[in-house]
C-alpha cells in the first residue's frame, strides 16, 4: 500500500476558501498646515519632500487596519510653504489565508488598495490650500515590500569572519 492521501473532490469543497475583503474605508487624519502667509506673495519653486508609510495592526483574528501615511513638506525658498499630512485606512478582512502570505497581502497588496484614495485626499487638500495641484506619482508596492524585506533579511543575516 502506498502512503500517498489522496484529495477527493468532497475534501477539496469542505476546505476553507481564502477570503480577502475591503470592508471600510476611511479618512483616519488629515492635516493641513500653512505656517507662512508670505509664501503667497513669493514667486512658487517648491522643495518638496514625501514621506510614505503603511502600518497594519491587528483588530481580532479575522480583520486588518491598515493605514497609509503620507507627509508632505513643501518649501519656497527656504522657508516652509506647507506642510500636509494625510492618513487614509481601511479596515480588511483577511479570512483562511496562509501565514507566509499574510506580511505580503498586508505590506503591498492592500496599501496598494488604498493608494488612490490618499492621493485624492492629498491633492484636494492642496489644491483647497490654494497651492498648484499636486500629483503623488503611483508607487510599487509590491517591489517595495521586496526590497524592504530583502533589506530586513541582509541585515539580520550573520556576518562571518574568515
Given amino acids: ?11 477539496t469543497e469542505n476546505a476553507p476558501q481564502a477570503q480577502l475583503a475591503l470592508e471600510r474605508i476611511y479618512l483616519k487624519d488629515l492635516s493641513f498646515e500653512v505656517p507662512n502667509a508670505k509664501v503667497f506673495t513669493s514667486e512658487w519653486q517648491p522643495e518638496l519632500n514625501i514621506n510614505l508609510t503603511s502600518n497594519a495592526e491587528q483588530l481580532d483574528p479575522t480583520h486588518f487596519e491598515i493605514v497609509l501615511s503620507v507627509t508632505l513638506t513643501a518649501n519656497n525658498g527656504g522657508s516652509p510653504a506647507y506642510i500636509a499630512e494625510v492618513k487614509q485606512a481601511g479596515i480588511f478582512l483577511i479570512e483562511n489565508v496562509p501565514q507566509e502570505q499574510l506580511p505580503q497581502l498586508l505590506g503591498a497588496y492592500c496599501p496598494n488598495i ?19 495641484q499636486f500629483l503623488l506619482a503611483p508607487i510599487n508596492f509590491d517591489a517595495a515590500f521586496a526590497e524592504n524585506l530583502e533589506r530586513l533579511q541582509h541585515e539580520s543575516a550573520p556576518t562571518g569572519n574568515a
Avoid: H, N, Y
Fill in 1 to 11: 500500500m502506498s502512503d500517498e492521501q489522496q484529495v477527493t473532490p468532497e475534501a
Fill in 114 to 132: 488604498l493608494f488612490p484614495f490618499v492621493r485624492e485626499a492629498l491633492t484636494d487638500v492642496i489644491t483647497k490650500g490654494s497651492f498648484p
